[in-house]
């Protein structure tokens, strides 16, 4: 089942001051945890500071094209590191063209469904 972002938008958030059950949650995540979650908390800082506070029932961007979006640079850069770690790209930069053009081309997606390119 999707994540429907109405959910956010009927669901008011805690009060600033009442911030008790996140610090607890947080205390009881080890320390890779917190430490992903203070990077998802600074990636909201900056967004904040980019586009304003972040609200669902006023923001009117797409949220399926942001995320295909983020996801496709996610693959790009995954790519881009298992390339060069492979010793199958110069540096990063070539590793990354390298995954961009795959992905364009649908060389990627036709390797996924069992087709020839």
């Given at each position: 089942?999707?994540?429907?972002?109405?959910v956010l938008s009927e669901?008011?958030?805690?009060?600033?001051?009442?911030?008790?059950?996140?610090?607890?949650?947080?205390?009881?995540?080890?320390?890779?945890?917190?430490?992903?979650?203070?990077?998802?908390?600074?990636?909201?800082?900056?967004?904040?500071?980019?586009?304003?506070?972040?609200?669902?029932?006023?923001?009117?961007?797409?949220?399926?094209?942001?995320?295909?979006?983020?996801?496709?640079?996610a693959l790009v850069y995954?790519?881009?590191?298992?390339?060069?770690h492979l010793g199958r790209?110069?540096?990063?930069?070539?590793?990354?063209?390298?995954?961009?053009?795959?992905?364009?081309?649908?060389?990627?997606?036709?390797?996924?469904?069992?087709?020839?390119?």
């Open positions: 089942m999707p994540f429907d972002l109405d669901t008011p958030p805690p009060p600033a001051g009442k911030l008790a059950g996140f610090m607890s949650i947080a205390a009881d995540l080890g320390d890779h945890e917190r430490a992903v979650l203070q990077l998802v908390a600074e990636r909201l800082r900056m967004g904040q500071r980019r586009y304003g506070r972040f609200d669902v029932g006023t923001d009117r961007r797409d949220f399926r094209q942001e995320a295909l979006e983020e996801v496709a640079d995954g790519a881009a590191l298992c390339l060069w790209a110069e540096s990063l930069k070539d590793a990354a063209q390298r995954a961009r053009q795959a992905l364009d081309s649908g060389k990627a997606r036709a390797q996924l469904r069992g087709e020839r390119p």
